[in-house]
């Protein structure tokens, strides 16, 4: 039985319809409902003269990173009434990092029974190309994911 659910959020339509879903699916059931927004810390990898690569870190202007806070809460407080549209009560949390690696580690730490998030459809190749954070997800918590398109 499913009684602890994260929802990963980023403000984007997709997630709007995985908070949604999860919502109209959870409405009637006895579940702890999680909404989880990622931040991604910018970052980039360096190319030292002879090829070998090194991850470099930004460092973020105080201001930017406030910023970027409030707009994270900005997108939890939308999803949340979202939800509270639907009749369901939620809380949020916020954690900062690369999005695919902190949903898998909060899902795990947290002791999730299932792992809700919007997927954007962009297919195989694009998604390995650029990276599919939802991809990434499915392929690595520890628990059920639920993709919602």
């Known amino acids: 039985m499913v009684k602890k659910v994260l929802v990963a959020v980023d403000g984007s339509e997709p997630s ?3 908070v949604t879903f999860a919502a109209e699916l959870f409405r009637e059931k006895d579940a702890e409902i999680v909404l989880l927004h990622v931040v991604e810390e910018p970052g980039y990898v360096g190319m030292w003269a ?4 090194s991850p470099e870190v930004i460092v973020i202007p105080a201001e930017v990173r ?3 806070e409030r707009r994270a809460e900005d997108i939890l407080e939308s999803s949340r009434k979202m939800m509270e549209e639907k009749g369901m009560m939620a809380v949020g949390k916020i954690r900062w990092g690369n999005p695919a690696a902190e949903i898998i580690e909060e899902a795990s730490t947290g002791s999730y029974d299932l792992v ?3 997927t954007h459809g962009h297919g195989a190749l694009r998604g390995f190309i650029m990276g599919s954070v939802s ?3 499915a392929r690595h918590a520890h628990c059920p994911v639920l993709l919602v398109r």
Not at 50 to 53: L, N, Q
């Open 16 to 18: 709007g319809r995985a």
């Open 50 to 53: 002879d090829g070998i690569m």
């Open 66 to 68: 406030q910023e970027m």
């Open 116 to 118: 809700v998030l919007g």
């Open 135 to 137: 991809d990434r997800v």
